[in-house]
Nanobody, 124 residues
Framework: QVQLVESGGGLVQTGGSLRLSCAAS????????MGWFRQAPGKEREFAAV????????YYAESVEGRFTISRDNAKNTVYLQMNSLKPEDTAVYYC?????????????????WGQGTQVTVSS
């Protein structure tokens, strides 16, 4: 049974930082691209960042590029999202997801497994 468990969310002030973690089990972690998506209140879920199986390639949404950094540790079956210079518009539930294929991994349809999400709230 595949499980993706996010942690690290919380309340932070504008300009602050948070690091999200996503621990994976039940799958061959190093064979999957790992992505982070987010869903703000009243909005559709959107892509934030993705990293390939080896950690050598990353891709970011324009809204987070330069502020967020995705990384992974295959020995720990964990993917991270370092979020700096946070803004109120970053407030959302953040989800990690696993995709077997790299191509199209900025789209939800590419992903096979999803976590339950962790809340990030940025106060102004």
């Amino acid at each position: 049974q595949v499980q993706l468990v996010e942690s690290g969310g919380g309340l932070v002030q504008t300009g602050g930082s948070l690091r999200l973690s996503c621990a994976a089990s039940g799958l061959t972690f190093s064979s999957y691209a790992m992505g982070w998506f987010r869903q703000a209140p009243g909005k559709e879920r959107e892509f934030a960042a993705v990293i390939n199986w080896s950690g050598t390639s990353t891709y970011y949404a324009e809204s987070v590029e330069g502020r967020f950094t995705i990384s992974r540790d295959n020995a720990k079956n964990t993917v991270y999202l370092q979020m700096n210079s946070l803004k109120p518009e970053d407030t959302a539930v953040y989800y990690c997801a696993a995709a077997k294929l790299w191509i199209g991994s900025d789209r939800e349809s590419a992903y096979d497994y999803w976590g339950q999400g962790t809340q990030v709230t940025v106060s102004s």
